[in-house]
C-alpha cells in the first residue's frame, strides 16, 4: 500500500540520505532471491541509491517499455518501516513487472480510442486495479516466501 509505479520517464527525485550498509545489504538480498522466486530473473532490476522516489510513494518501480529493465526506487519512510513491511512493498514493485505490459496495452489502447477525459478516467481506475491486484499478490506471496526460505 501506498506504493505506486511510475512508467515511462524519469521525474526528478528527492535526494537520498544515507542508508546503513546492513539495510541496504538486505534490500539487495531480498530482491536478487524474490527476483528469482517470482520469475524475473531475466529482468534486469537496478535500485537508485542515490535519489528517492517521488513523494506520495513508499517505493516505486520505473520500466523502460519494451524491454526487461527496470529502476526501483525508495522513499524515507520506507527505510523507517520494519523489514516484514520493507519485503511486501519489494514484493510489491517486482509484482509490477508482471503487469507493465498489459497495463501499457491497455492503457494505450483506450488511449487511440477514446476522449482524453475518458482515456483519463480510465487511466485512474486502471492503476487503481493494477495496486489492487500488484499488493493482493504481494501478500500472499510474502506469506509463502517466508514459508519456503526463512524455516
Ligand atoms: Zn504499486
Not at 505506486?4 to 534490500?27: E, F, L, N, S, W
Not at 529502476?71 to 512493498?89: D, G, K, Y
Amino acid at each position: 500500500m501506498g506504493t505506486k509505479a511510475i512508467r515511462g520517464r524519469a521525474k526528478k527525485t528527492p535526494h537520498a540520505h544515507h542508508v546503513d550498509a546492513q539495510t541496504r545489504m538486505d534490500i539487495e538480498q531480498f530482491l536478487s532471491r524474490t527476483q528469482i522466486v517470482l520469475r524475473l530473473q531475466d529482468w534486469n532490476i537496478v535500485v537508485d541509491w542515490g535519489n528517492r522516489c517521488e513523494k506520495g510513494a513508499l517505493a516505486t518501480m520505473q520500466d523502460m517499455p519494451d524491454s526487461r529493465h527496470a529502476i526501483m526506487r525508495f522513499s524515507e519512510q520506507f527505510f523507517a518501516l520494519p523489514a516484514r513491511e520493507r519485503h511486501q512493498t519489494i514484493l510489491h514493485e517486482l509484482m509490477h513487472c508482471h503487469v507493465f505490459p498489459l497495463q501499457r496495452l491497455s492503457e494505450d489502447t483506450v488511449n487511440s480510442l477514446a476522449s482524453k477525459q475518458a482515456t483519463t478516467l480510465f487511466n485512474i481506475a486502471h492503476s487503481s486495479a493494477v495496486e489492487l491486484l500488484v499488493d493482493t499478490m504481494a501478500d500472499v506471496l510474502l506469506g509463502l516466501i517466508k514459508e519456503e526460505h526463512c524455516n
